[in-house]
């Protein structure tokens, strides 16, 4: 059997896939620095996890934690080293690459013995690729498997280590959260519900946040609508804001141009509201409606809740 | 303060996009534009040089026609730029890049990188924390706001769900997202005073790289075979006549989602 490196983080959804992807591949060994790391690691079929405790690695952005995954990749010699296509897994993926001199693939969405699959050109073509020095250092996409519990007990190991003053470079004074309420963040999310120019003002965006709820679901914003500022720029979905590949992915108010498009074309079943017929989103919506989406979006809301 | 700025010709996201005959990007087009995170990154190079003095240098990677995007930020207020231009780094992979931009970086002088977070073509978001690794330069990415106070950086490290305050020394290398700024267009005098500012061509030899570490032979990752995903057909498209939300309902039970 492969041996394979996860890096698991506490994010919960995200992790959970890494690991069962990881699984199909061969015998898992997760790195955890706490202990809700630990316990997801063993729910998802972890055959062994490195419980590491360093002292302040939390305190310093990236390099504490890039040190440790370099000096237990060295020690365990993995066939593959997985790790969630977060920033934070993106930026430890690039040092572990530079440290070991191995290569590297990002935005992993499959893994088997034809390859890594990556979309590449905002999803228009798919790519296989391999790693032809080192092992198979990749970063995982969200969404790229769906997670399946597996529980297991498995043998933990704890590291432990003290962080290097060099690596004390980058110090993080203080975490800001401003949470979205109960919903999910929009790239680990089932369902998005997105908001576009058609809304009309950031008032009106409680009526797509209504429907998000309803649906369990995330709420995002096309680019128009978040330079227009009727929703914060950070819940933008699009070439250069979060790519998402939901279950479900709503488009309200969205005519769905290409920066639009990119960052939500992978999505499983898409449904649009526009009230112009040549909207480009209907060419790839699976059901649409032409209309005003303050008729038809509050009669969504009734019959969920009839259907409850 | 002296910045230096990381910018990348791609080709134009908004027109169809292809990879050639050896399965990479097809930068032989006519329609190649700047990277579009990185106008962010040349706008927070410029607001820290007028707030702080100094010096902004661009950095590129790129065949000769990336030029084009060099010009555009020298126009923009850039003040000089060196271009790597080299036969050799062509299909050179995220790894050989940086060895090239390291190399580059250790002939400049200066306190700050900026990159835009990802580039619009490959868009792995690695190279900042890549070229940290190489030069041994604190990296915060990822920023929503930037601020320098003397020797010492202050980054808004933005997040799904809000946002970590990151410090630093200088040097560093930074990266930012579109939040953090609104790029401003060139001006006719910025265009006109472009053209006599130094552009630099520099090949791989000049940087004291081996071209047998760079390019496409010495990828340490091989893209074994590309195909288009087949277009999104439109399903079925109602025009509302009074129950088009509950026909959109319908489909929604119908699928499970309510």
Redesign the interface.
Known sequence: MADILVYVPESGKHAAEVLTLARSLGDVTAIAFDDQSTALASEYGAAKVYRVTADGVDDY???PK?TILTDLARQAGPDAFLLPST?EG??L???L???L???????VTGLDA??ARQ????????????????FTLATVKAGATAAEPAPGEPAVEAVEVRVADADK????????????GDRP???EAD?VVSGGRGVGSAEDFALIERVAD??GGAVGASRAATDAGYYP??FQVG????TVSP??YVAAGISGA??HR?GM?TSK???A?NKD?DAPI???????????LF??????L???EK?K | MNIVVLVKQVPDSGLARQLDAQLRVDRNGPNNVMGELDEYAVEAALQLKEAHGGEVTVLTLGPDQATETVRKTLAMGADKAVHISDEAAAGSDALATSKLLAAALGRLEWDLVIAGAESTDSGMGVMPHLLAARTGAAAATGARKIDVDGDTITVEHQRDNGYDVLTASLPAIVSVWDTINTPRYPSLKGIMAAKRKSVETLTAADLGVDPSEIGGDAAATEVLSATDRPERTAGQIVTDEGDGGRQLAAFLAAEKFI
């Open positions: 952005f990236v390099e890039a920033d993106k930026a993926a690039a040092r690459a530079v440290a001199d191995n290569g590297l693939l990002t935005d034809e390859g979309d590449i050109f905002a999803g228009a073509t798919v790519t296989a690729s391999k790693i032809t020095k080192g470079r980058v110090r993080i004074a203080e975490r800001v959260d401003e949470p979205a963040g929009l790239s369902v309803a649906l720029h950070k070439q250069t804001g979060t279950q479900l290409i920066q990119a074309q079943v898409i449904v509201v017929a209907f060419g790839m919506a699976d059901f649409g409606v032409v209309g005003d008729e038809v979006l509050p009669q969504v009734e019959e969920a259907r």
